[in-house]
């Protein structure tokens, strides 16, 4: 069988409420449960719910790649429900992982410090520039997940290690590396914007030598405190 346009926008619909009824006992399932059903025929119902059972959890913005390749695993009809539990279990910690990197530790981060800039200079167009970005990205990876997950089945585990995550995350931390050393030269009317290229390259050896968030931050607040002191 092949996706098709159709089954792949009530896919993405499906998927952009898969936290409506998430509760503790069973986090996501109810949400991925939904997902999957309205992605197959009426004729899998009754074997979807009888082999979807117990807690799941990943990523929002990443479940399309796990929900295509689950949906592709009941369209073939090949696959047992011990196969489809043991790639859930491998596929929800994977991209869960890779979504937290990706979007919470990097992305929104280094957006949220082009937002306040371009903020402080440009009103609105601050957040406005924030939600236009953020969203491309995010609603990308929900649209072709569900692609990339029907086309690749089980494999989609190594998009993982392509470029579409690598590349971006690490474009990313340099982005918000040099926005951070820019946002603590601006706060300051009377700091050159030189002080911009030493910050960067402060805060670039912190991030190569992997300092954690809390050092790295708590090094920008010390930083901004010596600048109000002279």
């Not at 009426?42 to 990523?59: P, V, W, Y």
């Not at 869960?96 to 990197?101: E, M, P, R």
């Not at 050159?192 to 960067?200: A, D, E, G, Q, R």
């Not at 809390?214 to 600048?227: N, R």
Request: charged fraction near 15%; aromatic fraction near 12%.
């Amino acid at each position: 069988m092949r996706l098709g346009f159709g089954r792949l926008l009530r896919i993405f619909f499906q998927s952009l409420f898969i936290q409506t009824s998430w509760s503790f006992p069973s986090m996501q399932s109810m949400g991925f449960l939904s997902g999957v059903l309205v992605g197959t025929g009426k004729d899998k119902r009754a074997e979807i719910m009888s082999t979807q059972k117990g807690l799941f959890n990943t990523h929002p913005y990443m479940v399309s790649y796990i929900i295509g390749a689950t949906v592709r695993a009941y369209d073939e009809g090949v696959t047992s429900a011990e196969e489809i539990r043991r790639f859930l279990n491998v596929a929800q910690t994977s991209f869960a992982s890779a979504g937290d990197l990706l979007f919470w530790r990097t992305l929104r981060p280094a957006l949220l410090l082009l937002a306040v800039i371009l903020g402080v200079h440009y009103g609105l167009i601050g957040p406005l520039a924030f939600l236009v970005v953020y969203n491309v990205f995010h609603l990308f990876h929900r649209i072709r997940g569900i692609k990339d997950g029907y086309d690749m089945g089980w494999d989609v585990i190594y998009l993982l290690k392509m470029r579409r995550f690598v590349l971006v995350r690490h474009a990313f931390e340099i982005v918000g590396v040099v926005l951070c050393g820019l946002l603590l030269s601006l706060i300051s009317l009377e700091v050159n914007f030189l002080l911009v290229i030493p910050l960067t390259a402060l805060f670039l050896i912190m991030m190569v030598r992997r300092y954690s968030a809390a050092m790295i931050i708590i090094s920008s607040l010390l930083v901004l405190l010596i600048i109000g002191m002279v």
